[in-house]
């Protein structure tokens, strides 16, 4: 009985230390225990604590063999003190090895579930978001054991299999997230050469065909020169109130834009016109204002590799003096991506930009398409002619911002408006979307 006690007191004592002592503290004692005494596994542990026990049972023993942690703590007042120590450490290490053990078990548990949610049929965006979540927290249980645990060798080469299984699952993903696309686009009545990007501002996105440049960007071109605009304004230091004479050969055909030439305006209402009236003569005289290399300079040091100001804007007959020498170029992808900077205030003038894009005018797409959903329009820019109808706007869901672009050949508002409710009401449906 006597032994039972002595044998409680100094778990007791052991338990006390060991939950007193940080993690940090735990794993360097750990370190330290293993590299004197090189224990193998949790049972070589076990064995070397109950052969500490036994000899703490023994206080007339004599002083122990200067082996286990002896180099890890000074050398006690007495044998029994430096037994207990060495107890203690013995205690740390195991639960290291217990926890290391239990992160290693889960993150199998895990990816058996993985495995099992990916066997399902008929996969949806869903089920395969689940997979890519289970191999996600079974790599991030395998990254809590120490890398100097017993389970380390095997831990490593399960990580290595897991990254692998999740960079399948996440494009599966986006595999079903373009299959939605295409289906919302067959079932809208969008033709097959309709490109679609959708972005969160964390910049979690997916696209159908959004790296594929349409036959014209039309209006949506003017997005760029905006944001050209307001990169001169901002690091040049120029006054949005500073005026432009709009010469003549700017002048073309426009529907509803006040400019008129040859007169100058402020620079703010050029910006104004061109985006929330679409002005093509105002667009003219902002290409002539900025310069082709400087625009096409500043998108390429963004790191737009597609898009590119090569041609002014023109009405249905009168073509602007000094026109160009090439295709203005655009993607969905790209377009969505500068929505996406405007928004999170990463581009010069960013607030001026987002005022802008609120007042457009024409609210045939975008706007009228969300009115009575769920999602909040927060700006847009269209552009059509007589090659392509598109969009680029932004909305809130659940006081979350995304950016859709939606670009199509041969498609008219009706359908546009489909396609972009559609998408909508599937994000508020779906949040992990």
């Known amino acids: 009985m006597r032994g039972i006690r002595r044998f409680l007191s100094i778990a007791n004592k052991t338990l006390a230390v060991v939950a007193g002592i940080g993690l940090v503290q735990m794993l360097t004692i750990a370190s330290s225990f293993s590299q004197s005494s090189n224990p193998r596994s949790l049972d070589e542990l076990y064995k070397i604590r109950d052969r500490l026990v036994t000899e703490l049972e023994q206080p007339d023993n004599p002083s122990p063999e200067p082996t286990l942690l002896s180099r890890l703590v000074p050398p006690a007042a007495n044998p029994q003190e430096k037994l207990l120590s060495q107890l203690q450490a013995v205690e740390v290490q195991i639960l290291v090895e217990q926890r290391a053990n239990d992160d290693l078990q ?3 548990r895990l990816a058996n579930r993985a495995v099992e949610t990916k066997r399902e049929q008929n996969q949806s965006i869903e089920s395969s978001q689940q997979t890519q979540f289970l191999w996600n927290q079974a790599l991030n249980n395998l990254q809590s054991v120490p890398q100097d645990s017993f389970l380390a ?3 490593a080469s399960k ?6 299984n999740l960079t399948a699952a996440t494009s599966q993903v986006q595999q079903a997230k373009s299959d939605f696309l295409a289906a919302v686009a067959r079932e809208s009545g969008l033709s097959g050469q309709a490109s679609i990007g959708i972005c969160r501002l964390s910049r979690e996105c997916v696209h159908l065909r959004g790296d594929v440049p349409p036959v014209s960007p039309a209006s949506l071109i003017k997005v760029p020169i905006a944001v050209a605009l307001m990169q001169k304004v901002e690091t040049e230091k120029i006054s949005l109130n500073k005026e432009v004479f709009v010469n003549r050969g700017n002048f073309t ?4 834009t006040k400019i008129l030439s040859p007169k100058n305006y402020p620079l703010k209402t050029l910006l104004e016109e061109m985006i929330d009236r679409s002005s093509n003569t105002a667009t003219n005289q902002l290409i002539d204002y900025l310069g082709w290399d400087y625009i096409n300079q500043f998108l390429d040091n963004r790191g737009y590799e597609v898009t590119r100001v ?3 804007l023109m009405g249905e007959k009168i073509m602007p003096a000094n026109p160009g020498f090439g295709r203005n170029r655009v993607t969905a992808n790209e377009l969505t991506e500068m929505m996406v900077q405007i928004y999170n205030g990463e581009t ?3 607030k001026q930009l987002i005022e802008t894009l609120n007042g457009q005018y024409d609210r045939a797409l975008g706007f009228a398409a969300l009115e009575g959903s769920k999602a909040q329009w927060l700006g847009e820019k269209t552009g059509q002619n007589s090659l392509v109808l598109g969009t680029t706007l932004a909305m809130s869901i659940d006081g979350e911002a995304y950016v859709m672009t939606v670009i199509d ?3 008219g508002d009706i359908q546009m408006r489909q396609s972009i409710s559609k998408i909508a009401d599937y994000i508020s449906r779906n949040p992990s979307f």
């Open 106 to 108: 889960q993150a199998v």
């Open 153 to 155: 060798s095997l831990t």
């Open 310 to 312: 090569k041609f002014k």
């Open 348 to 350: 010069p003038g960013a």
């Open 409 to 411: 050949t041969r498609s």
């Open 253 to 256: 055909e426009d529907s509803s």
């Open 159 to 164: 990580t290595q299999e897991y990254r692998e």
